[in-house]
């Protein structure tokens, strides 16, 4: 659709991510009318292009299954990661998320959503009190053909029946037999979903898509692309519109509820990475996430915070001029591998949550390159998801930025590294892989490390010497997968001031807002489920909101 159909709608929607469509479907559960307007000729956001996972603790498919979670345990585990750091993640917002999940889970199924369980999945810190394993859920696999014409314009989908819980079995695919049976259900997945003429999609793209069709093609909702916002319309106190840009010429878009900030963080808008957080941004985020929406909403007066933030994590370097080179999940809880800083050093555990290493890299004051070092044995035994990026592996190599070599002190001169300084390094590196223990960082300790490590591999699934070469440098950066700093909201998703007032008819989600998850990320799905249960609850309060017509 070129242009909306008309001027006045219940809801206004920013975005065209899980916050934004969770604020469609709300609406649309509420029987109020909805226009999404999204900034780019892609809709899905963020969440086409990512994993898909939803952190939802004591979920309606974990008492179904009774999988044994509590919300008193939800609460013990998430104030115990997250702490108090600021009115975005207060005690007060966080039992908001923690009690409208069923609502927000339920309200999605009786709309056609369909997920599954992620089991064997722990949180991110799963020996805390109150953590947990399989707490997080996925769309299930989607046939995009359902969309129409829809299909053609949704964000960065995989064009493959993938699952979460295939990343890391597909990663040892011809090194474990778990792996090889998982490598031979994805081939039959898929091919079976071409056998019966579907387009079967999965993770983010799955999600985004369940979404749509649910949203879009299901429901009344109308989403515009390419009609970007330029600003909030404010009457008295109240935000009563969203000033777009249609074409050559602006209208004028009223709601008569309310408006929903839904449009993404600002990880690709440089200069504010460097004003706020002072990095260059190696982003796998949207393009189009410049925080326009978080730039409108403080223009009337709304406070932020977390801005000096992002979900952080260890990223290649990229060698073209894109922004992310490829976002490393497991490949850094493998054994058979490490990553150094410039002096040839660890520095962190390998296989932390990724925010946790993003946050050591950005800290750490050493100086130099980080490099995450391979051997051959690695190299033989495991799958790399990043090795199929097309011209990846090439064009880091010609880049100076991915280096092979025979022995340890040759990759050393290769990297500008001190080669006595890497070899001291890689001998207690291997010590401790011969022992079982990781006595400087406690790699695969955690339930979470060895999840992502090789079983086959004893006594540490994370851990296995350094001894056979080639080995293999690639460099790395501290990359994210988008900013989680922007306005502050309350327990009903409504924005507020400095001092604590409302902006009425006012409300944002997603990462535009100063996340309820703090500056940590306490399991798989911590962007994306706020997004969606606090995009909800909006709708829900909307509802009961005075019309402005």
Known sequence: MAVPEKDTYDVVVVGSGAAAFATALGAIDEGLSVIMVEST???????????????LPNNPLMKREGAGDSREEALEYMNEVIGNPGPASSPERIEAFVD???????????????????????????????????????????????????????????????????????????????????????????????????????????????????????????LVLDTPAVGLVVEGERVVGVRVKSGSSERVLRANKGVMLGGGGFESNQEWRQKYQNVTGYTSGNPGNLGKPIEFAQEIGAAVDYMDDAWW???????????AGGFLVGERSLPYMMIVDGQGKRFANEAESYIDLGHHMNDHDRGGDYWMITSGTYNKRYFRTFSIQPGLMKGMEEKGYLHKAQTIEELAGKIGVDRASLRATVERFNGFARSGRDQDFNKGDSAYDRYYGDPTVRPNPCLGPLEKGPFTAYKMVAGDLGTKGGVVTDTDARVLRE????????????????????????????TIAPASVFGLIAARHMAKAPSTN
Request: glycine share 18%; hydrophobic share 35%; proline share 6%.
């Open 499 to 526: 001092d604590g007032s409302v902006i009425e008819g006012l409300y944002a989600s997603g990462n535009n807002t100063a996340t309820v998850m703090g500056h940590t990320y306490p399991g798989p799905g911590s």
């Open 41 to 55: 000729d892609q809709w899905g956001g963020n969440t086409s292009m990512s994993g898909g996972g939803l952190w």
């Open 313 to 323: 994590g260890g990223s290649l370097q990229p060698y073209d001029d894109k922004p």
């Open 100 to 222: 409208s999940i069923d609502d927000f889970v339920t309200t999605a199924e009786r709309h056609g959503m369909e997920f599954m369980r992620d089991t064997d999945y722990p949180d991110y810190y799963p020996e805390k009190p109150g953590g947990k394993i399989g707490r997080a859920i996925e769309g299930m696999n989607f046939d995009v053909k359902k969309l129409g014409e829809w299909a053609a314009s949704q964000r960065g989908v995989v064009p493959l029946p993938v699952r979460t819980n295939d990343i890391w079995l597909l990663g040892r695919a011809w090194s474990t037999p778990g792996g090889f049976v998982r490598g031979a259900q994805f081939v039959f997945r898929t091919i079976g979903g071409l056998a019966r003429g579907k387009k079967l999609v999965g993770l983010g793209g799955a999600l985004a898509a369940q979404y749509a069709y649910a949203v879009l093609v299901k429901g009344n909702a109308e």
